[in-house]
C-alpha cells in the first residue's frame, strides 16, 4: 500500500476550533525530514496551498492561514497534524494530506510538486 489518510473534518461555527490527523503510517516514503503538508480545495475553486513540515520544527504556511494553523507531526507516529483556530467561512473546503519525496512544495508551495495525497476530509465553517 501507498496511502495518506485524513480524518478530523466537521462542521464548526466561525471562531470556533479544530484539528485534523493524517495517518502516514502507509505511505511508501519516511523520514523525519520527509516533505509533508497539507493543501485545500473551497467547495468550486482551486486548490490552494495550507503549509507544509519539513521536519519537526521547520513549517511554512500560506499567508491566509499563517498566524491561524498549526502544523505539527509525530514521527514516531507517523501522523501529520493541522491545527486550525479562529476557523473562519472562507476556510471551508476538503482539506488534503500530502507528501513528497522532493523538496518542490516545502520550498515553493508548488502543489504540483506533490506525489501523494489522501482522500480529503471536509471541513465546514458556518457564520
Known amino acids: 500500500q501507498d496511502e495518506l489518510m485524513e480524518s478530523g473534518g466537521d462542521s464548526v461555527q466561525t471562531g470556533e476550533s479544530l484539528t485534523l490527523s493524517c495517518d502516514a503510517s502507509?505511505?511508501?516514503?519516511?523520514?523525519?525530514?520527509?516533505?509533508m503538508g497539507w493543501f485545500r480545495q473551497p467547495p468550486g475553486k482551486e486548490r490552494e496551498a495550507v503549509g507544509t513540515?519539513?521536519?519537526?520544527?521547520?513549517?511554512t504556511y500560506a499567508h491566509s492561514v499563517e498566524g491561524r494553523f498549526t502544523i505539527s507531526r509525530d514521527n514516531a507516529k507517523k501522523i501529520l497534524y493541522l491545527h486550525m483556530d479562529n476557523l473562519q467561512p472562507e476556510d471551508t473546503a476538503m482539506y488534503y494530506c500530502?507528501?513528497?519525496?522532493?523538496?518542490?512544495?516545502?520550498?515553493?508551495?508548488?502543489?504540483?510538486?506533490?506525489?501523494?495525497w489522501g482522500q480529503g476530509t471536509f471541513v465546514n465553517v458556518s457564520s
Open positions: 500530502a507528501g513528497s519525496p522532493g523538496r518542490g512544495y516545502c520550498h515553493n508551495l508548488n502543489l504540483d510538486a506533490l506525489h501523494k
Open positions: 502507509r505511505y511508501r516514503y519516511s523520514g523525519a525530514g520527509l516533505c
Open positions: 513540515s519539513e521536519g519537526i520544527a521547520k513549517m
